[in-house]
């Protein structure tokens, strides 16, 4: 094992902290409170190519890979306030800038990635509904052939950037076989026919920063160059997509995590009550150590999804097990850093938002009962398989 940081992660880091200035937004605390994604930080982002890290080198990205990825996010995590924003940027890269990559044809990653290149296109990427959360292959949205293409009907829920999203890929019924290959990938252009998304992004506890909505699709025609992979293979993409999610996205709170903590010991530092620095009450010195704990356990955990990503095939309970300790860790390191700074960390700001946004995190890319039944399942046959080699 090498815990040594490679030049590349090193380069990137350094990059994102030089950008940090230009991302600190005076307004932030006004936006988040109208719950207002920002165009104008969005533009930085793309000026600095940010928004095609994982997108091969030829078509205008970086050709990161996920530990590469992940370091990113992390980064922009720490050093930019609006953690919307790194948000919006991190669903975009996960789960529609990735999958094109990996999965789409040498036609589409030319038309789309060129395009997202130049033209700082936000991507929206689709699968829940209203009655298929959790259980995606309750999922209602059908493509049904129609002469060379598809036509596209259903309605999608709590869609990350849909609202100022400039395309959308989309995950649809294609076949009734009760498996995970009953479900197809397709991509799309906002201004489509027939495509609608919700005027008013929805409100919500924390990551208000981010757009979120619904899109309609009624009666939608798409051709079959907009399918990304062969029909069927949208429940394996889908599938990559929420083990970068849950690796490189979380990255994103392990950054908020360690600003956090630097914030705490340095409130706890010079914060006297009964004549001495918070600090030096232990029950505040152990609660800033359980946060460092939490803090370097979810990190290592991300550090091994990541490598396994890089090192396919990758094992998906690596990365399940990953988003588990990181957005465990991010909610009750919230609550510790709210609790160290007193009443100072329950008025609007900086600490109280990071609690808010840490929310919301135990619920996308896999709910966490969800991943631990995952779990459980492969728990169970790695015991049998065990069992097996004893007798
Ligand atoms: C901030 C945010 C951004 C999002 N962005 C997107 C996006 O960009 N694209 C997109 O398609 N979706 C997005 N979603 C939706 C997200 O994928 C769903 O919220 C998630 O899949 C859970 O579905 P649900 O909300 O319907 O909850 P439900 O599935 O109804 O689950 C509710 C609770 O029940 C638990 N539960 C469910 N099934 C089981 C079970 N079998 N055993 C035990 N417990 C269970 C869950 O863990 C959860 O705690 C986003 C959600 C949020 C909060």
Request: glycine residues 8%; neutral net charge; charged residues 25%.
């Amino acid at each position: 094992m090498d815990f040594s940081i490679p030049a590349r992660h090193a380069r990137i880091t350094e990059e994102i902290l030089a950008l940090a200035p230009e991302l600190h937004d005076a307004q932030l605390q006004e936006r988040d409170r109208l719950g207002l994604f920002s165009r104008d930080l969005w533009g930085i982002l793309c000026r600095r190519g940010l928004h095609l890290l994982p997108a091969p080198e030829s078509l205008g990205g970086r050709g990161l890979g996920a530990a590469e990825l992940a370091a990113a996010l992390e980064a922009l995590g720490e050093h930019c306030d609006d953690t919307g924003l790194v948000f919006a940027l991190a669903a975009h890269l996960c789960a529609c800038v990735h999958p094109l990559a990996l999965h789409g044809s040498t036609e589409q990653k030319q038309h789309w990635l060129t395009r997202i290149a130049q033209g700082g296109l936000i991507g929206a990427h689709a699968i829940t509904e209203e009655q298929a959360g959790s259980d995606v292959n309750a999922m209602s949205t059908v493509a049904v052939r129609e002469g060379d293409g598809y036509r596209l009907d259903g309605v999608k829920r709590y869609i990350t950037n849909a609202p100022v999203c400039d395309f959308v890929v989309v995950h649809a019924r294609t076949g009734h076989s009760g498996s995970f290959l009953d479900f197809s990938t397709f991509i799309l252009e906002r201004k489509t026919p027939g495509l609608h998304i919700s005027a008013q992004p929805h409100e919500k506890v924390g990551l208000r920063t981010t757009a979120m909505g619904d899109i309609c699709f009624d009666a939608v025609r798409v051709d079959e160059s907009q399918r990304i992979g062969c029909e069927g293979s949208g429940g394996p993409i889908f599938q990559a997509s929420m083990e970068w999610e849950r690796t490189c996205l979380f990255a994103m709170y392990l950054g908020v995590m360690r600003r956090q903590l630097h914030q705490s010991c340095r409130r706890a530092e010079t914060r006297v009550q009964f004549d001495r620095p918070l600090i030096e009450h232990q029950a505040i010195a152990h609660r800033l150590a359980d946060m460092k704990v939490r803090l370097e356990a979810a990190r290592l955990a991300t550090a091994r999804a990541a490598w396994s990503l890089d090192h396919p095939p990758a094992d998906p309970s690596a990365s399940a097990v990953a988003k588990l300790l990181v957005s465990d860790a991010c909610i009750r390191n919230g609550l510790d850093a709210v609790h160290i700074h007193g009443a100072s960390g329950v008025l609007s700001g900086d600490i109280e938002r990071q609690l808010r946004n840490a929310i919301p995190s135990t619920l996308f890319s896999g709910a966490s009962e969800v991943l631990k039944n995952h779990l459980v399942r492969q728990l169970r046959g790695e015991c049998r398989r065990a069992s097996r080699g004893v007798e």
